[in-house]
């Protein structure tokens, strides 16, 4: 069974960091690029990130730009998004997803795969 699970979710003040982590089972993430998704309450899903399937080419939304970095590693069929200087405008549910092919989009309607999702709050 192609699934993807997503962990690393949380609370945390505003300033923090988090580390979401997706990792891939039932398949190999070789060949599929990977897009982390987050929707808030009452809003719609939008792209945070993007990484290509060699993870040579990412793209970031502006709002996370400079504070978001996504990276990944095929051995362990996983791929990270590094949260740090977290507000709480990035409070939401996070998702992964996978689309098969080589380059980073962050259109979600391209997605295959998708995981089920992890909360990030960012409260004080």
């Known amino acids: 069974q192609l699934q993807l699970v997503e962990s690393g979710g949380g609370l945390v003040q505003p300033g923090g960091s988090l580390r979401l982590s997706c990792a891939a089972s039932g398949f190999t993430l070789d060949y599929y690029a990977i897009g982390w998704f987050r929707q808030a309450p009452g809003k719609a899903r939008e792209g945070v990130s993007c990484?290509?399937?060699?993870?040579?080419?990412?793209k970031y939304a502006d709002s996370v730009k400079g504070r978001f970095t996504i990276s990944r590693d095929n051995a362990k069929n996983t791929v990270y998004l590094q949260m740090n200087s977290l507000k709480p405008e990035d409070t939401a549910v996070y998702y992964c997803?996978?689309?098969?092919?080589?380059?980073?989009?962050?259109?979600?309607?391209?997605?295959?795969?998708w995981g089920q999702g992890t909360q990030v709050t960012v409260s004080s």
């Open positions: 997803a996978a689309d098969l092919g080589p380059l980073p989009n962050c259109n979600d309607a391209l997605y295959d795969y």
């Open positions: 990484i290509g399937s060699s993870g040579g080419s990412t």
